[in-house]
């Protein structure tokens, strides 16, 4: 149990255009999800965390007009990245966590290239 | 101070020994403690969670943790080369949805 999935596991794209990315919990309702994002050799780090029907709560120093979230249903979240650029290739993580219970379970990730 | 803080390594232990990765967290009010295992390239998956003090084992893998030293540690005995991997603790305070992750302990299992 408790399998979140994402899609795409990897997108390359030009710079300026916009890329969403979906997270699914698939066994689970996800009550909130949270996004990451990772550089090579880095720490995770939180971007926003999400609960169905409401506005995603973003970070200190995430732009929310770049990165707009999405958690429209108990078992999706989508993360659009809007007019990317090559500073914003990394590894994308979201995860989710359902109610009642503290564990977060991780998808597997998107790898986003920016040329 | 960071929130929670590892040893970034790495951390070298021949295979079969027991690898022990420690963590520290700087807020009392946090409740539950969450050991993930991460591969390069790859995303974090949950080993173990423990809420109370003292061990909690699963099979090789053993949390333990100290409130009142706001100190967490996980072992795992008889290391195998597939247990090379970076190892982040993470802590939760029972007020907050979010989980605050430790930058990584990365280990190796030399054969």
């Known amino acids: 149990g408790a399998v979140v999935s994402q899609h795409p596991s990897r997108v390359i794209c030009k710079s300026g255009t916009s890329v969403k990315i979906e997270c699914r919990s698939l066994?689970?309702?996800?009550?909130?999800m949270f996004w990451y994002r990772q550089f090579p050799k880095q720490s995770l780090m939180l971007m926003a965390t999400s609960n169905e029907g409401s506005k995603a709560t973003y970070e200190q120093g995430v732009e929310k007009d770049k990165f707009l979230i999405n958690h429209a249903s108990l078992t999706l979240s989508t993360l659009t990245v809007t007019s990317a650029h090559p500073e914003d290739s990394s590894f994308y993580i979201c995860?989710?966590?359902?109610?009642?219970?503290?564990?977060?379970?991780f998808g597997p990730g998107t790898r986003l290239t920016v040329l | 101070q960071k929130e929670v803080e590892q040893n970034s390594g790495p951390l070298s232990v021949p295979e079969g020994a027991i690898a022990s990765l420690n963590c520290t967290y700087s807020d009392r009010g946090s409740q539950s403690f969450f050991w993930y295992r991460q591969y390069s390239g790859k995303s974090p998956e949950l080993i173990m969670f423990i809420y109370s003090n003292g061990d909690k084992e699963d099979g090789r893998f053993t949390a333990q943790l100290n409130k009142a030293s706001q100190y967490v540690s996980l072992l795992i005995r008889d290391s195998q080369p597939s247990d090379s991997a970076t190892y982040l603790c993470a802590v939760k305070q029972s007020s907050a949805s979010k989980i605050i992750f430790g930058s990584g302990t990365r280990l190796s299992i030399r054969p």
């Open positions: 995860s989710a966590s359902r109610g009642g219970y503290n564990e977060q379970f």
């Open positions: 066994d689970f309702q996800a009550t909130t």
